[in-house]
Structures are given as C-alpha cells and as structure tokens.
C-alpha cells in the first residue's frame, strides 16, 4: 500500500507502523495479490502483496503467518515461510492518516492446486476495502498501468525467482 512520488503534506503527523507482508507464489511462479481501495479516497483503487501490522510484541515472522491466515485463509507454520526476503520502509496516506511503515517481506508457497482463497478472517476494515484476488506472473506486473504496492515488486520478485 505504498506510494511513490506522495508528499506528506506540511504539518501532517505520521504514524509510525511494522508490517509483515508475504509474496505467496502458486506452482507458475505467480504472486496473489489483493484488490483495494482507500475508504477515503474511492476512486483510488490498487493491488497489493498479502500482509498487514505487527500487534504488540509480535515478531515480524509471525505477524506474516497471522496475516496470510487471515487474508487468504491459509495456514502455514512459521517455518514454511523463507525469510525475510526483502525489507522496505515506505510512506502512505490510508484512511485519513499517513504512515512510515517498516515492512519485511516473506516468500511462501502455496501447498498443492486444492486451497481455496478465502476472505473468512477478514477484519471490518478489510471487508471494506479489499473487493478482490488475483495470482500475478513477474512479466503481467511489470507491464502493468494498474497501481501495484510495491511498486518495485516485479523486479523484487524476479530477482527472488531467479536466485
């Protein structure tokens, strides 16, 4: 949920966040990522990797796999994660309020073709502003004009795979 090239505008606080976040690949090396919106800016609609805010006293490690359970409804163990394979620290307005977020980014793999997506362990405000999934090949995201968070994740990701 990043955004390049936003100027904090005079005067605005940030609120200063950790995050988890976590590049789940499918067997064809594709990313899911999540469709949203802000609810203070409707018409501002993008993708985004799987992931959110460590509560307190969480590790990052395990704020990922709290994450991936609650936005996709998949379960994995800590260990089945790699990682972190990327760390970033980004600024961003969300729902009237702006952020400095440390981020850590994980890899995990989907286990098998008979996991279903599921939006069970959204939260109100994910309900809200998340309409939808797709799986995302590096080439469909470096190509793309819609906005995508990161913006560097089809060259993270390419890197990653090509390692």
């Not at 505008?9 to 090396?29: K, N």
């Amino acid at each position: 949920m990043s955004e390049r090239n936003v100027t904090r505008p005079p005067g605005v606080a940030a609120r200063s966040r950790r995050a988890a976040r976590v590049l789940l690949l499918d067997g064809c090396d594709r990313v899911l990522m999540l469709h949203g919106r802000d609810p203070h800016r409707p018409d501002h609609l993008y993708w985004f990797t799987v992931g959110g805010g460590l509560d307190d006293g969480e590790s990052y490690r395990d704020a990922a796999v709290r994450e991936l359970r609650e936005e996709t409804g998949l379960g994995l163990a800590a260990d089945d994660l790699t990682g972190p394979v990327w760390r970033e620290v980004t600024e961003f307005p969300f729902a009237g309020e702006w952020y400095v977020q440390e981020q850590e980014f994980f890899l995990a793999r989907v286990p098998g073709s008979d996991w279903t997506f599921s939006r069970a362990g959204f939260d109100d405000i994910e309900s809200a502003y998340i309409d939808g999934f797709a799986w995302w090949s590096v080439d469909e995201l470096a190509a793309t004009t819609e906005r995508c968070y990161p913006t560097e994740l089809a060259d993270v990701l390419r890197e990653i795979l090509e390692a």
